[in-house]
C-alpha cells in the first residue's frame, strides 16, 4: 500500500484541479491565478483563457452588481473572509473556440447567472495576504425553482380573488348567446367546469411534448367557441419540455383572462389573433394581438401581478424578451425564446 505523505507526494496543484468545487484563485491585483475543474465547467472557459486576466475583463459587469462583487473581492484580499448570497452576475456566452458569440445588434451575449460566493483570503506564515480564493456555486435553477414556487402560489391567489368576476363575465357571455335557460344553462356548466380545469392546470403533471398550440387553444376554449371568427390561431407544430409548458400557461392564462375583462374577448366586436413560429435551430415567436378594443385597456397596463407575470417572470423563466404594446384600440403581448432545450 503506498502512503502519500503531504510533504513530500502531494501534488497539489493536481489536487487543486480535481477539487469536486468551483474555486477561483485571485492575486492582490485582481488577476486570475488559476481555477479548479468544475469552476472552468460552470462559467464554460478554459484555463489557458482565464490565467492572468483582470478578473472583471475576463467576466465583465456594470452598475451594482460590479460594485458588489468588487468590494467583496477588495475585503478578501485585505483579509476578511465575506460571502455574497444568491446574487446575480452575467456570463459573457461563448464558442466551442472560447470566442464571443454576437447578437443580431454584433453586441456580446450574455446569460444570467446566479450565485452564492464565498470569499476566502490566503495567507503567508507571517499573516501578509497573498491571494483570495472564491468558491462560486451557481444556484440558477434553484432561484428559478423558487420564483416558479412563488409565482403559482401567488398566481393561484390571485385567482381565487377574480374568480367570481370571471363567472360573472361569462354568464354575460353565455346568456347573451343561449336560445333559453335550459340552453343557458348547459353552455353555463360546460364552461364554469372548464375554468374549474384551468385552475388545475399549472399543478398538473401531464406536460410531457406539450405543444404551444395545446396551450393557446385549451386556454382560450375554456371560456370561447374557437370555430368562430373572433378568435384566429396560427403557428407552427412547436413541442415544449414540461416547465417550458408550465410556464407559457401562465402567460396565456394572464392573457386570456385579462382579454375576457378588459380587452378583445370582453365584447362580440373584438378580435384577437394569436401567432407562433419558429425561431433560430430551437427558438419561437409567440404574438398575442387584440383588436377592435373599446378604449385603451389601463387596467391590462397598471404594474399589477399580471405585468409582473408577463414582463418579469415568464422572461426570465424562458430566458426571452417580451413586450407589451397599447393603442387607442389595440394590444400586444410579443414573446421571443431565442434558444431553449428541445424536448426528445
Given at each position: ?158 385567482r381565487v380573488g377574480n374568480i367570481l368576476g ?179
Open positions: 500500500m503506498t502512503v502519500i505523505r503531504p510533504t513530500d507526494d502531494l501534488k497539489y496543484d493536481l489536487l487543486f484541479k480535481n477539487l469536486p468545487a468551483p474555486c477561483l484563485v485571485l492575486d492582490q491585483d485582481m488577476r486570475i491565478v488559476t481555477a479548479t475543474g468544475r469552476y472552468l465547467a460552470t462559467v464554460e472557459r478554459t484555463l489557458d483563457d482565464l490565467v492572468g486576466q483582470y478578473v472583471f475583463d475576463a467576466f465583465p459587469e456594470t452598475g451594482e452588481r460590479l460594485e458588489r462583487f468588487q468590494d467583496a473581492f477588495r475585503r478578501a484580499l485585505n483579509g476578511e473572509e465575506n460571502t455574497l448570497v444568491k446574487v446575480p452576475y452575467s456570463l459573457p456566452v461563448v464558442d466551442a473556440d472560447g470566442h464571443p458569440v454576437l447578437d443580431a445588434d454584433g453586441r456580446e451575449k450574455t446569460r444570467e447567472v446566479w450565485w452564492t460566493c464565498h470569499h476566502t483570503p490566503v495567507k503567508d506564515s507571517d499573516g501578509t495576504v497573498l491571494c483570495m480564493i472564491q468558491n462560486a456555486q451557481d444556484i440558477t435553477q434553484q432561484v428559478k425553482a423558487e420564483t416558479l414556487k412563488d409565482a403559482i402560489a401567488a398566481e393561484l391567489q390571485h370571471l363567472v360573472s363575465v361569462i354568464a354575460r357571455r353565455t346568456a347573451g348567446t343561449s336560445d333559453n335557460l335550459t340552453d343557458f344553462l348547459t353552455k353555463f356548466d360546460g364552461r364554469v367546469q372548464a375554468l374549474s380545469r384551468t385552475h388545475s392546470y399549472l399543478t398538473g403533471t401531464n406536460w410531457n411534448r406539450m405543444t404551444i398550440e395545446k396551450i393557446v387553444s385549451r386556454q382560450l376554449s375554456d371560456y370561447f367557441e374557437l370555430d368562430g371568427d373572433q378568435i384566429t390561431l396560427v403557428g407552427a407544430d412547436i413541442a415544449l419540455n414540461p416547465n417550458e409548458a408550465q410556464i407559457l400557461t401562465l402567460a396565456i392564462h394572464e392573457l386570456t383572462t385579462n382579454s375576457v375583462k378588459y380587452g378583445a374577448l370582453k365584447t362580440p366586436g373584438g378580435r384577437l389573433n394569436v401567432q407562433w413560429s419558429r425561431l433560430g435551430p430551437t427558438g419561437y415567436d409567440l404574438e398575442w394581438r387584440e383588436g377592435g378594443l373599446t378604449g385603451t385597456p389601463t387596467t391590462t397596463g397598471t404594474r399589477g401581478f399580471g405585468s409582473l407575470i408577463l414582463d418579469d417572470i415568464v422572461p426570465m423563466q424562458l430566458q426571452a424578451k417580451a413586450r407589451r404594446d397599447f393603442g387607442q384600440s389595440t394590444f400586444l403581448y410579443h414573446l421571443s425564446v431565442p434558444e431553449r432545450s428541445v424536448p426528445a
